[in-house]
């Protein structure tokens, strides 16, 4: 059952019914931080929450790839249910701070039995590094290991910050983003009300 704080974020977010689409003024496009020349050599997200309605969603996404430890997995394996991809990299910061809050979620989902699989997507680092940083921080849901950008390709231009956290729903259609840094309310209220769908 998801805690009165999290409906309450929920809500919140519904009333922000913005379509997922790219914004020439958006001041975390990659032309506009490279016109700051702030040099950070990645572009950072504000955290920014985007919701699709059912009727709006594009084409169910579809990725494969090979986990941290060596196995072979496609998002075929999690069909049926809400799918949570998080792009990340253990060299940004922001990254790093959400893991804990990736991880809290996601026991939450595992202890409740919720149809729901979350799955990392590591960019720019070693299979070696980015395990030391999952294990370091407690994580226990699986992440895909560097592939060079191929799975990013299969994420319909979704991805334009590092973090990002997708929340697909049971047809693996794109139903909310956050660019940027999540949170564990928030990430709960955007899986809760996907959950609620009517597949």
């Not at 519904?14 to 990645?42: M, T």
């Not at 720019?124 to 407690?138: E, F, I, P």
């Not at 956290?165 to 983003?177: E, S």
Request: hydrophobic letters at 40%.
């Amino acid at each position: 059952m998801i805690s009165r704080r999290a409906a309450m974020a929920a809500a919140l977010l519904a009333a922000l019914p913005v379509a997922l689409a790219g914004c020439s003024s958006d001041p975390n496009s990659i032309s506009a931080q490279a016109n700051r020349g702030d040099d950070k050599n990645y572009v950072s997200g504000d955290g920014t929450v985007t919701t699709v309605a059912p009727g709006d969603r594009g084409k169910p996404v579809s990725f494969s790839g090979t986990l941290l430890d060596g196995q072979k997995w496609s998002s075929s394996q999690a069909d049926g249910k809400v799918l949570v991809v998080n792009v990340w990299g253990a060299w940004c910061a922001p990254c790093q701070k959400e893991l804990p809050e990736l991880q809290k979620v996601w026991a939450g989902w595992q202890k409740a039995g919720d149809p729901v699989q979350m799955i990392g997507i590591n960019q720019r680092d070693s299979v070696t590094n980015a395990q030391a940083t999952l294990t370091s921080k407690g994580v226990t849901y699986p992440s895909l290991a560097d592939d060079g950008g191929a799975a990013l390709l299969s994420l319909q231009d979704a991805v334009t910050a590092y973090p990002t956290t997708l929340v697909l729903d049971t047809r693996h259609r794109i139903a909310a983003r956050v660019n940027g840094a999540t949170t564990y309310l928030t990430l709960t209220g955007l899986v809760s009300d996907v959950l609620k769908e009517k597949s």
